[in-house]
């Protein structure tokens, strides 16, 4: 009962934690673009696109969005996540076959590896179940690595669609898909977005949404507080939850039961080059130009 959560919750009247770091559905929060994003996720999912492309800032909401998918999917879908893969070619393979509860001896060949893989694709088809493999920080996947997915993704026939590929990653995986030599990946890329910081609006209600949740009956940031958060965080949910956690604990310790732009500001002053570091590139929630192609 000492920590300084269970203090400054007791003190605004909380029952949870509103702005954890944790990617946590129960406080998703669908602005404007997290509901474009998740709508071209589903998109690309119900048109069966090869490869769907989810692209956005850390601390967007990304891994949230997809956390959301796992959590809601339905029975007849049958979904692999893969996060920070890396490695050379095979590796992948193991990963994948790692990620859908496969079982994998140390030595397997590639090629037994590709066949348990093509095994398990037509099995899961044939009982009516769907195939998607979803990687999150598939920046970091390398263009080899991309150009094996692309080679997997060729599995499907003309009638029976056995696999799809979701990437989720940060600005950077957009600029590799771009290079001239990775224009027969980007031909396959049928859904995709990007996902920028929220609008101050945006800002405001979600902040009001987390702390609701988090069992606020009353307004604790006022206006002009969610205001100085908005321009410190950039619309980024990850900044602005941190921003907010902050402020909490200084309102806490100032004994104070509202959140106002002073306080606001001490933490942004205090924590300035924090903040700006995690929001310096990131563009506000405007609609932009998406694709791979001019």
Not at 34 to 60: D, K, N
Not at 86 to 109: A, D, V
Not at 173 to 188: D, E, N, T
Not at 245 to 258: H, K, P, Q, R, T
Request: with cysteine.
């Amino acid at each position: 009962m000492s920590s300084t959560f269970l203090i400054y919750s007791e003190h605004f009247g909380l029952t949870g934690r509103p702005f954890s770091l944790r990617p946590d559905t129960d406080f998703l929060f669908w602005s404007a673009n997290h509901t474009r994003a998740y709508a071209m996720l589903e998109y690309g999912l119900a048109t069966f696109a090869p490869i769907t492309v989810i692209t956005g800032e850390v601390g967007a909401g990304k891994t949230t969005l997809i956390w959301h998918l796992l959590r809601s999917a339905p029975s007849d879908l049958k979904l692999g996540l893969i996060s920070n893969a890396h490695g050379e070619r095979g590796k992948l393979l193991h990963w994948i076959l790692s990620s859908l509860g496969q079982p994998i001896t140390g030595r397997m060949s590639y090629v037994q590896m590709f066949s348990q893989f093509e095994a398990f694709l037509k099995e899961q088809h044939a009982a009516g179940r769907h195939t998607i493999l979803i990687f999150d920080e598939a920046q970091n996947l390398s263009e080899k690595m991309l150009e094996e997915l692309r080679g997997f993704s060729n599995m499907n026939g003309e009638r029976d669609e056995l696999l799809q590929i979701v990437l989720v990653g940060q600005p950077e995986l957009r600029q590799i898909i771009s290079r001239a030599k990775m224009v027969q990946f980007a031909q396959r890329v049928a859904a995709d977005f990007h996902l920028f910081g929220m609008s101050a609006e945006a800002v405001q209600d979600y902040i009001a949404h987390r702390l609701k949740v988090a069992g606020a009956d009353h307004e604790i940031f006022t206006p002009a507080a969610c205001e100085i958060v908005f321009q410190a965080s950039r619309g980024l949910p990850r900044v602005i939850n941190q921003i907010c956690d902050y402020a909490l604990v200084y309102a806490f310790a100032e004994d104070i039961s509202v959140v106002d732009e002073e306080v606001v500001r001490q933490v942004v002053a205090d924590r300035k080059m924090q903040f700006l570091d995690m929001a310096a590139t990131t563009a506000v929630e405007t609609p932009g130009k998406q694709g791979f192609a001019d």
